[in-house]
């Protein structure tokens, strides 16, 4: 075979090669932009929908503004699941220096999931331990603290969070639990709807556990903690 043929044939593997590695760049960037998109959108628009609203039966949800929501409940949430929110900027690296070292001294690995990422989890994927999901919810993450302030993430969060079977959002919770506007939530029912958020799908807000106990004395140890996100100042 001559040399021209040789190199006719390399460039034709090369081109067979290319192809598909672009095609499957494609598919994995557009709707990344996509998502991107989106979230700065956010700044302007509330979120329709989630997936895991539209896989619920008879989902109910009702959008408040962060204005018509108690400031007991940002700060039992900032006390229950990122009490370092309004200071880092999607990621929580002590806490997850912290649930290494546990780990790697026998105890169960335990999250370190901060609010940030848990509102991009729920604006974007079904609940999964899948690595490819919790890969690009790492990278969705800054996007969001770029776009947003944390009082319009927190604002997002607390609408879109499952606090029941199928009840979304601290409007609809506070409504379905208590009958009352979120507005009107006291420290000890925010605590005990924080407290569900772990299993929204299994734990009941009704009574006082040892998990919304921790809380609500969490709640009065972080002081201004919440601030940055509507909390009490």
């Not at 420290?187 to 009574?207: N, T």
Request: charged share 15%.
């Amino acid at each position: 075979m001559s040399i021209g043929n040789d190199v006719i044939v390399q460039r034709t593997n090369m081109t067979n090669w290319r192809r598909p590695a672009l095609v499957i760049m494609l598919v994995l960037l557009i709707p990344y932009g996509l998502a991107v998109t989106y979230l700065a959108l956010l700044r302007f628009v509330d979120p329709p929908t989630t997936p895991l609203w539209l896989a619920t039966k008879n989902a109910s949800q009702e959008w408040v503004d962060l204005q018509a929501i108690s400031p007991n409940m940002v700060q039992a949430v900032v006390a229950s699941e990122d009490n370092n929110f309004c200071h880092h900027v999607g990621f929580d690296f002590q806490q997850l220096g912290e649930a290494i070292e546990d780990w790697q001294d026998g105890e169960r690995l335990r999250g370190a999931s901060t609010i940030s990422m848990q509102t991009v989890k729920n604006l974007f994927f079904l609940p999964s331990r899948s690595m490819f999901r919790k890969a690009a919810e790492y990278t969705l993450v800054p996007w969001l603290e770029l776009f947003q302030r944390k009082s319009r993430i927190m604002e997002i969060y607390l609408n879109i969070i499952q606090f029941g079977p199928s009840h979304f959002g601290v409007a609809a919770a506070a409504q379905h639990y208590y009958g009352i506007k979120p507005i009107a939530l006291t420290a000890d029912q925010a605590a005990r709807l924080a407290a569900v958020l772990p299993a929204p799908s299994l734990r009941k807000p009704f009574a006082q556990n040892q998990r919304s106990k921790r809380i609500t004395k969490n709640m009065n140890n972080i002081g201004n903690w919440a601030a940055c996100a509507g909390g009490w100042p």
